[in-house]
């Protein structure tokens, strides 16, 4: 059974840093595009990064440049998402997700395979 597991959220204050893990029982998890995307109380789901399955090639949304990092260790099936100078606008549940192709996508849609997410809240 396909499945991704993330962990690492939390309550943290503004300026903090929390980072994310997703470990995937994919048999393929080293040929996908494995993705972060988040989702606030009464919005939709938005993309935050991806990462090709080199590990080489990322990216980001705008929202996050700069301050998020992702990367991946095909070796343990796991995908990280550092999040460094947190804001409050960054609380939200935090979704980790494949993608069964080569090429990028930051609509939900493009995405096989869900987490059942963390929740991270960052206080002012």
């Known amino acids: 059974q396909v499945q991704l597991v993330e962990s690492g959220g939390g309550l943290v204050q503004a300026g903090d840093s929390l980072r994310l893990s997703c470990v995937a029982s994919l048999r393929t998890f080293s040929s996908n595009i494995m993705g972060w995307f988040r989702q606030a109380p009464g919005k939709e789901r938005e993309f935050v990064a991806a990462i090709a399955w080199s590990g080489d090639d990322t990216t980001y949304a705008d929202s996050v440049k700069g301050r998020f990092t992702i990367s991946r260790d095909n070796a343990k099936n796991t995908v990280y998402l550092q999040m460094n100078s947190l804001k409050p606008a960054d609380t939200a549940v935090y979704y980790c997700?494949?993608?069964?192709?080569?090429?990028?996508?930051?609509?939900?849609?493009?995405?096989?395979?869900w987490g059942q997410g963390t929740q991270v809240t960052v206080s002012s």
């Open positions: 997700a494949a993608r069964a192709s080569i090429y990028w996508s930051g609509n939900p849609g493009g995405y096989d395979t």
